[in-house]
């Protein structure tokens, strides 16, 4: 399985950004898929998770504010990030795991910076 993240970029605070992360491999239609986010010197924490079905479940911090999305035909997983704030700043991961199982898998990382 190997999963493909990009989209990423500088945005100023306000703007906005989307996310993609396509999969390869897998058994992507069942898979609960997710983003997590890394600042520099803090631990990689959960963004968004979007299950099989389409229940989403959010960090406090961003909801409101992003959107996480799946399209099971095109393989894919979407961030969509509105009203960007600085504290937003890190990388960004996608994430695939399997409901009830210890098999996951990470993507490469997409860098998002906000700042004026």
């Known amino acids: 399985v190997q999963l493909q993240a990009s989209g990423g970029g500088l945005v100023q605070p306000g703007g906005s950004l989307r996310l993609s992360c396509a999969v390869s491999?897998?058994?992507?239609?069942?898979?609960?898929m997710g983003w997590y986010c890394q600042a520099p010197g803090k631990q990689r924490e959960l963004v968004a998770e979007i299950s099989s079905v389409g229940y989403e479940n959010y960090a406090p911090s961003v909801k409101g504010r992003f959107t996480i999305s799946r399209d099971n035909a095109k393989r894919t997983v979407y961030l969509q990030m509105n009203n960007l704030e600085r504290e937003d700043t890190a990388v960004y991961y996608c994430h695939l795991r399997y409901y009830g199982r210890s098999e996951n898998y990470w993507g490469q990382g997409t860098l998002v910076t906000v700042s004026s």
């Open positions: 491999g897998g058994r992507f239609s069942i898979a609960v």
